[in-house]
């Protein structure tokens, strides 16, 4: 009978375990750009964005100098800001970043813990204001950053 | 008309029943009256005996309730104490928790003023290492072996030995010294000018840099260092930048590409070993670069230097400055494409100098060499997929001044002089990053063509080299391949194998 009941509760629990729905995934859409809350850009394309993570475009039409801030490596953030954005695996990116230090002595951007904060101190500490980074949507807090719209292509 | 049965009793017989029924009715009615007032007397009597004994149970009840009552009233006094009690533990439990809470919130709050500070203290680190003197580099280790017949022109620049070689480290410093302005060196360490060898006659003598420390009798050979770069740039923003002091001349893939663990085959083209362009000049550059449309860069340079010359790292020895210009255009979407040209014009000039007198000072300069040069040299770069196609073509023409002509160095006798002529140079590269997860392999392709000189079309060489390229990590890589070269006349013609080990640091 005891055996029959663990089997039971064991089968259950199986069961359980099967249809249980997973977690949610955070998707690349999840993800957002954002700046210096007085800052004057509105609106970036994947692409320039990808120029500036590749550090090919390193100022803005405003003249000021672009500071781009990573996600650590390793978490989720970056991994599907990398693969959303960059288009690239680890592996190409780690490459990339070897041969341009070579190459064009170009060094790969700084990362923060909270990209939400690293721009907001930029801009507080250093009075710098082109820093620009991302985050899921639900850990960004909007009062302390502005939200930037990531276009497909240029209108 | 029925019987009925009763009629068929007669009267009397009627009448006597009936009084006897009358009598017994009569008989066992005050019986029952009787029963019954003795029944009820009988119940009076029980009740009245249960009465009493009610009176006797309430009594005793009503003692017994009372002494309930007490206990209860002892209870209720108890229970009262005891809510007290909780009430008061209660009121204790919620300061308590008040006061927790409080706390926490305090500690919250220390918490994050903690965190804000280690995130102030690591932003403030990172701005002093963007800032920080930055060292780095590359090196490599060879293995060579070449197969050359005995009787070819070629063995005046190449041995037929098998050989391990070390004989290079190239460091960088580099310095962001504030938003605009950066400094770069970069320093190469070389076993050179050992094994350098120059004809003399008919002999070639080679260089030894044996050289004996007298302090301890210990004997060893140096090498030499070069720097191969050095400049100061002022870059405000993309499209405009400065730099002064000694720059890499900014034409082609490889002359830029630059480093042993980025270039993808072991040897440098023709066209770079054979300087058809300086490979680094000293002067100012200015350039910058703007982007039209998201996908689309273009890149401008202006080169104004000291040119080529015997010292041009240095001094000019003349008072013409070579100049250049260069324009790259890319296209950078699902496919990759970029189209460069450099072009190039200045004037060499090689001369001795001598006193001609002493009263009044005097001197004389005698020039050696001196011509001018144009250059035009045009690359392309193509990536898709693990694809890459890159080519250079490079034309350059050299005239003469006043006949101030070098020795052809291409003729062993040494004793004919430069003609003015024009070089062709041409190499494609093909190599494919293979599809394998985790493994880098790329298979390469690569023909060269050189031409020294327009008048000396029989050694030309055109070299087809096949290799591999594995990049190991990052920052390892190694190549192995196998060339063949050959010329019209068949004097540089022979074949070899080498393989290298490149690193980055």
Redesign the interface.
Known sequence: MKTITISVVSLLMLLCSVIAIPAKAESPEDIIVFVSKDFEIDSVTRDELKSIYLKKKTSWSSKDRIICINAKEDTVLRKAFRASVLQMSMENEKRYWEEQKIKANVSEPPVFSNTVKAVFKVRKIFKAKGAISYAFRKDTKTNIVKTVLVLDKNK | MTDNPISKVSPRVTLILSTILLVFLGTIFPLSTSQAKQQDIDSTNQSANESSETIADSQAMQSSDESELEDLKKALEEQKQTNEEQQNQYKNLEEQISELQSRMTSVEEENEALV?TL??A???K??E??YKL?F???TSVSFVKNFIDKDKLVNLWYRDTPSFSAWHLNL?L?HQLD?SFRM?GEVYFTMLPLGKEEIDGLEIVRTDTTVLNPSSAHEFRHGSISIARLWIEYK????FGLRIGRFLTPYGVWN????S??IISVRIPGTMIFNFLPEAQTGLYAFG?V?P???L?LNYGLTFTNGRGPMDEIYDLDNNKGVGARLRLAW??KFRLALGSYLYTGEYTDLNRRIASINPIGFEKEIKESYREWVGAFDLLFEYAGLRIQSEFLYKSMIYNNQKRSLNEFDPTRLSTMPDHYSTGVYTLIAYRLPIQ?I?LMPYFMYDYIEFSNFMRDVAPSIFTGGLNW?VT??IVWKAEYYYVFSRGGATDFQGISTQLAV?F
């Open positions: 804000d995130e102030t690591e932003m403030t990172l701005k290492e963007e930055r780095y580099g590359f960088y580099d938003e770069l405000p923003m993309d499209y830029v590409d630059h480093g663990t980025v670069r982007f449309t998201d996908k860069l950078e979407g985790r880098e990049r990052p920052f980055s």
